[in-house]
Protein backbone atom coordinates (compact mmCIF):
# COMPACT_ATOMS: atom_id res chain seq x y z
CA UNK A 1 0.00 0.00 0.00
CA UNK A 2 1.21 3.50 -1.05
CA UNK A 3 -0.50 6.76 0.36
CA UNK A 4 -0.02 10.42 -0.38
CA UNK A 5 -1.46 12.36 1.98
CA UNK A 6 -2.14 16.57 2.04
CA UNK A 7 0.15 16.67 -1.19
CA UNK A 8 0.37 20.22 -2.56
CA UNK A 9 2.91 21.63 -5.01
CA UNK A 10 3.23 25.49 -6.10
CA UNK A 11 5.01 26.42 -9.05
CA UNK A 12 7.72 29.69 -7.80
CA UNK A 13 7.79 31.45 -10.90
CA UNK A 14 4.10 31.48 -11.48
CA UNK A 15 3.22 30.88 -7.93
CA UNK A 16 0.17 29.01 -9.22
CA UNK A 17 -1.22 26.19 -7.14
CA UNK A 18 -0.72 23.04 -9.16
CA UNK A 19 -1.20 20.19 -7.15
CA UNK A 20 -4.01 20.97 -4.18
CA UNK A 21 -4.17 18.59 -0.57
CA UNK A 22 -3.83 15.26 -2.72
CA UNK A 23 -4.94 12.22 -0.69
CA UNK A 24 -5.09 8.67 -2.23
CA UNK A 25 -4.34 5.57 -1.29
CA UNK A 26 -2.94 3.15 -3.84
CA UNK A 27 -3.18 -1.12 -3.49
CA UNK A 28 -0.94 -3.52 -4.56
CA UNK A 29 -1.94 -5.93 -7.46
CA UNK A 30 -3.80 -3.42 -9.17
CA UNK A 31 -3.19 -0.80 -12.38
CA UNK A 32 -4.09 3.14 -11.49
CA UNK A 33 -4.34 5.39 -14.94
CA UNK A 34 -3.99 9.11 -13.76
CA UNK A 35 -5.45 11.53 -16.60
CA UNK A 36 -6.03 15.09 -17.01
CA UNK A 37 -6.15 18.37 -19.59
CA UNK A 38 -3.04 19.23 -20.58
CA UNK A 39 -0.97 21.34 -18.18
CA UNK A 40 -2.97 19.52 -15.31
CA UNK A 41 0.13 18.55 -13.42
CA UNK A 42 -0.12 15.07 -14.15
CA UNK A 43 4.00 15.08 -15.11
CA UNK A 44 4.28 17.44 -11.62
CA UNK A 45 2.19 15.06 -9.62
CA UNK A 46 4.20 11.85 -11.00
CA UNK A 47 7.54 13.52 -10.25
CA UNK A 48 6.97 14.21 -6.31
CA UNK A 49 5.23 10.74 -6.23
CA UNK A 50 7.93 9.48 -7.34
CA UNK A 51 10.35 11.24 -5.56
CA UNK A 52 12.41 12.76 -8.73
CA UNK A 53 10.83 16.39 -7.62
CA UNK A 54 10.55 17.54 -3.98
CA UNK A 55 6.84 17.86 -2.60
CA UNK A 56 6.37 20.93 -0.66
CA UNK A 57 3.39 19.63 1.58
CA UNK A 58 1.85 16.44 2.70
CA UNK A 59 3.82 13.10 3.70
CA UNK A 60 4.24 9.81 2.04
CA UNK A 61 3.52 6.38 3.65
CA UNK A 62 4.23 3.17 2.54
CA UNK A 63 2.55 -0.10 4.13
CA UNK A 64 1.98 2.68 6.66
CA UNK A 65 5.61 3.27 7.82
CA UNK A 66 6.09 7.45 6.93
CA UNK A 67 8.84 8.27 4.01
CA UNK A 68 10.51 10.56 5.70
CA UNK A 69 13.14 11.17 2.79
CA UNK A 70 11.27 10.63 -0.49
CA UNK A 71 14.90 10.99 -2.48
CA UNK A 72 17.05 8.35 -0.37
CA UNK A 73 13.90 5.57 -0.08
CA UNK A 74 12.94 6.27 -3.89
CA UNK A 75 15.79 3.11 -5.19
CA UNK A 76 13.83 0.58 -2.96
CA UNK A 77 10.29 1.83 -3.11
CA UNK A 78 9.80 2.96 -6.59
CA UNK A 79 10.78 3.01 -10.12
CA UNK A 80 9.97 4.98 -13.47
CA UNK A 81 9.56 3.56 -16.86
CA UNK A 82 9.73 7.19 -19.09
CA UNK A 83 7.80 7.40 -21.97
CA UNK A 84 11.51 9.28 -23.62
CA UNK A 85 12.56 5.11 -22.56
CA UNK A 86 16.27 7.12 -20.71
CA UNK A 87 17.93 4.41 -22.19
CA UNK A 88 21.91 5.41 -22.91
CA UNK A 89 21.62 4.59 -26.17
CA UNK A 90 25.48 3.77 -26.85
CA UNK A 91 25.41 0.99 -24.40
CA UNK A 92 23.84 -2.45 -24.81
CA UNK A 93 20.90 -3.71 -23.64
CA UNK A 94 23.02 -5.74 -21.28
CA UNK A 95 24.88 -2.63 -19.89
CA UNK A 96 21.66 -0.84 -19.33
CA UNK A 97 20.06 -2.99 -17.49
CA UNK A 98 22.95 -4.44 -15.68
CA UNK A 99 23.83 -0.41 -14.88
CA UNK A 100 19.97 0.47 -13.69
CA UNK A 101 20.06 -3.11 -11.37
CA UNK A 102 23.36 -2.03 -9.75
CA UNK A 103 22.19 1.75 -8.82
CA UNK A 104 19.11 0.19 -7.42
CA UNK A 105 20.12 -3.28 -5.57
CA UNK A 106 23.90 -3.07 -5.54
CA UNK A 107 23.51 -6.21 -7.45
CA UNK A 108 24.04 -7.64 -11.11
CA UNK A 109 22.71 -11.34 -12.06
CA UNK A 110 23.20 -11.95 -15.75
CA UNK A 111 20.63 -14.72 -14.91
CA UNK A 112 18.01 -12.37 -13.49
CA UNK A 113 18.36 -10.21 -16.28
CA UNK A 114 17.92 -13.16 -18.51
CA UNK A 115 14.72 -13.94 -16.55
CA UNK A 116 13.48 -10.46 -16.88
CA UNK A 117 13.97 -10.02 -20.58
CA UNK A 118 11.98 -13.05 -21.29
CA UNK A 119 9.41 -12.13 -18.80
CA UNK A 120 8.92 -8.69 -21.23
CA UNK A 121 8.90 -11.16 -24.13
CA UNK A 122 12.92 -10.51 -24.94
CA UNK A 123 15.12 -13.49 -25.75
CA UNK A 124 18.73 -13.26 -24.28
CA UNK A 125 20.10 -12.57 -27.83
CA UNK A 126 18.97 -9.12 -27.34
CA UNK A 127 21.89 -8.65 -24.29
CA UNK A 128 24.41 -7.59 -27.24
CA UNK A 129 22.25 -5.40 -28.99
CA UNK A 130 22.67 -1.51 -28.78
CA UNK A 131 20.11 0.24 -27.84
CA UNK A 132 20.01 2.57 -31.20
CA UNK A 133 18.98 -0.31 -33.23
CA UNK A 134 15.79 -1.41 -31.43
CA UNK A 135 12.65 -0.26 -32.15
CA UNK A 136 10.34 2.21 -29.68
CA UNK A 137 8.67 -0.79 -28.90
CA UNK A 138 11.89 -2.96 -28.09
CA UNK A 139 13.12 0.26 -26.02
CA UNK A 140 9.61 0.44 -23.68
CA UNK A 141 10.00 -3.04 -23.03
CA UNK A 142 13.70 -2.64 -22.37
CA UNK A 143 12.83 0.23 -19.64
CA UNK A 144 10.37 -1.84 -18.12
CA UNK A 145 12.89 -4.70 -17.55
CA UNK A 146 15.15 -2.16 -16.28
CA UNK A 147 12.03 -1.15 -13.49
CA UNK A 148 11.72 -4.66 -12.76
CA UNK A 149 15.28 -5.78 -12.03
CA UNK A 150 15.12 -2.63 -9.68
CA UNK A 151 12.72 -5.40 -7.65
CA UNK A 152 10.54 -2.35 -6.54
CA UNK A 153 7.11 -2.53 -4.92
CA UNK A 154 6.02 0.86 -7.14
CA UNK A 155 6.37 1.10 -10.46
CA UNK A 156 5.48 4.37 -11.81
CA UNK A 157 5.00 4.99 -16.01
CA UNK A 158 5.24 8.49 -17.52
CA UNK A 159 3.18 8.12 -20.76
CA UNK A 160 4.94 4.32 -21.52
CA UNK A 161 2.86 3.92 -24.68
CA UNK A 162 2.73 7.53 -26.09
CA UNK A 163 5.29 7.18 -28.53
CA UNK A 164 4.05 3.43 -30.03
CA UNK A 165 1.87 2.49 -32.69
CA UNK A 166 -1.30 0.99 -31.38
CA UNK A 167 -1.02 -2.29 -31.15
CA UNK A 168 2.53 -1.83 -29.44
CA UNK A 169 0.54 0.07 -27.14
CA UNK A 170 -2.04 -2.66 -26.37
CA UNK A 171 1.57 -5.11 -25.91
CA UNK A 172 2.95 -3.29 -23.50
CA UNK A 173 -0.28 -2.10 -21.62
CA UNK A 174 -0.99 -5.86 -21.22
CA UNK A 175 2.42 -6.63 -20.20
CA UNK A 176 1.97 -3.95 -17.62
CA UNK A 177 -1.18 -5.40 -16.11
CA UNK A 178 0.51 -8.57 -16.09
CA UNK A 179 3.43 -7.41 -14.15
CA UNK A 180 0.65 -5.54 -11.24
CA UNK A 181 -1.21 -8.77 -11.20
CA UNK A 182 1.40 -11.51 -11.32
CA UNK A 183 4.83 -9.77 -9.33
CA UNK A 184 2.53 -7.82 -6.28
CA UNK A 185 3.39 -4.68 -7.60
CA UNK A 186 1.27 -0.87 -7.85
CA UNK A 187 1.26 0.14 -11.04
CA UNK A 188 0.72 3.69 -11.77
CA UNK A 189 0.43 5.13 -14.80
CA UNK A 190 0.03 8.63 -16.21
CA UNK A 191 -1.48 8.65 -19.53
CA UNK A 192 -3.81 10.97 -21.89
CA UNK A 193 -5.08 7.59 -23.41
CA UNK A 194 -8.69 7.25 -22.64
CA UNK A 195 -8.42 3.53 -23.89
CA UNK A 196 -5.84 3.12 -21.23
CA UNK A 197 -7.67 4.47 -18.62
CA UNK A 198 -10.79 2.42 -19.54
CA UNK A 199 -8.57 -0.72 -19.47
CA UNK A 200 -6.97 -0.16 -15.91
CA UNK A 201 -8.05 -1.23 -12.57
CA UNK A 202 -8.71 2.09 -11.24
CA UNK A 203 -9.19 5.14 -13.28
CA UNK A 204 -8.35 9.03 -11.78
CA UNK A 205 -8.75 12.32 -13.20
CA UNK A 206 -6.55 15.09 -12.16
CA UNK A 207 -8.90 18.80 -12.67
CA UNK A 208 -7.88 21.48 -10.68
CA UNK A 209 -5.54 20.16 -8.59
CA UNK A 210 -7.97 17.81 -7.22
CA UNK A 211 -7.39 13.58 -7.86
CA UNK A 212 -10.69 12.27 -8.76
Known amino acids: MYRIENISFTYPKTNKKILDNIS ?23 SVISGLEEKQEGVLFFDDQLINNIDKDRKKLISVIFQSYNL ?13 MYL ?11 DVLEKVGLSSDYLKRGIYNLSGG ?6 I ?19 LDEKTQKVIFKLLKQ ?10 IVTHSSKIAEQSDVSLNLIEGKLE
Open 24 to 46: YTFEKNKVYAIKGLSGAGKSTLM
Open 88 to 100: IESYSVEDNLKIG
Open 104 to 114: STGDISIDKII
Open 138 to 143: EQQRIG
Open 145 to 163: ARALLCDTPIIIADEPTGN
Open 179 to 188: IAYEEDKIII
